[in-house]
C-alpha cells in the first residue's frame, strides 16, 4: 500500500497541466469523489491495524499534495489565460507589411546589359585577379618601365618586395582589366573573343568625378584577319543596343601603348541629345570607350604569332555608361548605400 501511495505522489509530482481540459482530468483522476485518493481511502479498513497509522499518514500527505498542486495549476492555467485576452484583438483587415525586396544596384544592371549585348555576338566573360603584378598591369601590355605612359594611370603599389615575372618586384592594384587580356592570350589559343568585367583601383581623390575603385568592361577579339572594321562594327553594334535610338558615334584617334591604331569612341551626349550641357562639356559629345588593334609586340609577348592571328581591344567604365544612361551626375552616390538613391532603379 505504501508502495502505492509512493508511486502515485511520484506521478502527480511530474504532471503537468496546460490547458483547463487537463486541469479537468487531473481533478477527476486524483482529487474528485470517484479519483484515486478517495479510492485509496476506502481501501484503509483493509490494512492490518499495525500498518494504518502510516498508511493513514501517507494518505493524508498524497491527498494534501494533490490539492496543491490542483490550485497551483488553476493559478498557472488562469494566468495564461488572462495575458491571452490582454492580447490586442487580431485585425484580420489590417494592410499587410510592404515586402521590402531589394534592388539590383544600378552597376549591376548595367553590367549585366552589357554582358548580355555581347553574349549575344558571340563573347563570353573573363575573370582575373584584382591584385596583380606590373608584367600583367603594365609590362606586358607594352608600357615600358619608367615610361610617362604609366601616368596616365595612377596606381596602388601594395607590395613592393614581392616578386613578379619581370623581376621588377612590384605588386599592385590593377588600373584596368587589360591584365585579363593577357592571361587570356597566355592560355588560349585564338579564337579568343571575351570580355572581362571586374574592378579597377586608381589613386585618385574621390570627387563627384573622379572615384579610387570604379569598374571596367573590357573586350579583345583575336582571330585571323581581324581587322578595324570588325572593332567598328561590333561597337557600332553595341551603342545601338545600349542607347537610345538616333545616338551618334564617333571615332577619334588616341594614343595605348598596347593599341595601334588606337580610337576613343565618342557618343552623342544623351542627356542633353549633342545641343550641349554640363555632363558634355557644351560639346555635344561624350566618350565612352578606348579602343585600338592590339599591337603586335602584345600578342608575341603573349606567345602569339603576330603574323598569323590580329586583333581588336576596348575598355569602358560602366560608371560612365551609367552615368549616361540614368543621369548620375555624382560618383560617390555609388557606394553610399544611400537607399534613396538606390531605389529609383527598383523595377528597372
Ligand atoms: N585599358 C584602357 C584604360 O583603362 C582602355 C582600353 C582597353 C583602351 C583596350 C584600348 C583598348 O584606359
Known amino acids: 500500500m505504501l508502495e502505492k501511495i509512493e508511486a502515485i505522489s511520484q506521478e502527480i509530482s511530474q504532471y ?7 486541469l479537468e482530468q487531473f481533478r477527476l483522476r486524483f482529487i474528485s469523489r470517484k479519483g484515486i485518493v478517495t479510492e485509496l481511502f476506502e481501501e484503509l479498513k483493509d490494512v492490518p491495524p499495525d500498518q494504518r497509522r502510516a498508511v493513514g499518514q501517507g494518505l493524508n500527505g498524497l491527498k494534501n499534495l494533490a490539492q496543491e498542486r490542483f ?6 492555467i488562469e494566468a495564461l489565460q488572462e495575458s491571452a485576452s490582454s492580447r490586442p484583438p487580431l485585425d484580420l483587415t489590417l494592410p499587410t507589411l510592404p515586402n521590402l525586396t531589394g534592388t539590383q544596384h544600378p552597376l549591376s544592371l548595367v553590367r549585366q546589359r552589357i554582358i548580355q549585348i555581347f553574349e549575344r555576338i558571340g563573347f563570353n566573360v573573363a575573370d582575373g585577379p584584382e591584385i596583380e603584378s606590373d608584367w600583367y598591369n603594365f609590362g606586358a601590355l607594352n608600357f615600358p618601365e619608367n615610361h610617362p605612359a604609366r601616368d596616365m594611370q595612377d596606381t596602388f603599389f601594395v607590395d613592393k618586395t614581392a616578386g613578379s615575372r619581370t623581376g621588377s618586384g612590384d605588386m599592385l592594384l590593377r588600373t584596368h582589366t587589360s591584365n585579363v587580356q593577357i592571361r587570356l592570350m597566355e592560355h588560349q589559343k585564338p579564337p579568343i573573343r571575351s570580355i572581362m568585367p571586374g574592378r579597377v583601383y586608381r589613386n585618385e581623390t574621390i570627387s563627384a568625378r573622379a572615384h579610387c575603385m570604379f569598374h571596367q568592361v573590357e573586350g579583345i577579339y583575336i582571330d585571323r584577319n581581324v581587322g578595324f572594321k570588325d572593332l567598328k562594327d561590333t561597337l557600332y553594334h553595341f551603342v545601338k543596343e545600349m542607347f537610345e535610338p538616333g545616338t551618334q558615334i564617333r571615332f577619334r584617334p588616341s594614343y595605348f601603348p598596347f593599341t595601334e591604331p588606337s580610337a576613343e569612341i565618342d557618343i552623342s551626349c ?5 545641343t550641349g550641357c554640363n555632363i558634355c562639356k557644351h560639346s555635344g559629345w561624350v566618350e565612352i570607350a578606348g579602343s585600338g588593334m592590339v599591337d603586335p609586340q602584345v600578342i608575341a609577348n603573349c606567345g602569339i ?3 598569323e592571328f590580329t586583333g581588336f581591344a576596348f575598355g569602358m567604365g560602366i560608371e560612365r555608361i551609367t552615368q549616361l544612361k540614368y543621369v548620375v551626375n555624382d560618383l ?5 548605400n544611400d537607399v534613396r538613391f538606390l531605389r529609383q532603379f527598383e523595377g528597372v
Open 16 to 22: 503537468t497541466v496546460l490547458s483547463k481540459e487537463q
Open 71 to 76: 490550485e497551483s495549476f488553476s493559478q498557472q
Open 270 to 274: 544623351q542627356i542633353c541629345g549633342g
Open 305 to 307: 604569332d603576330p603574323e
Open 332 to 336: 560617390r552616390l555609388y557606394t553610399e
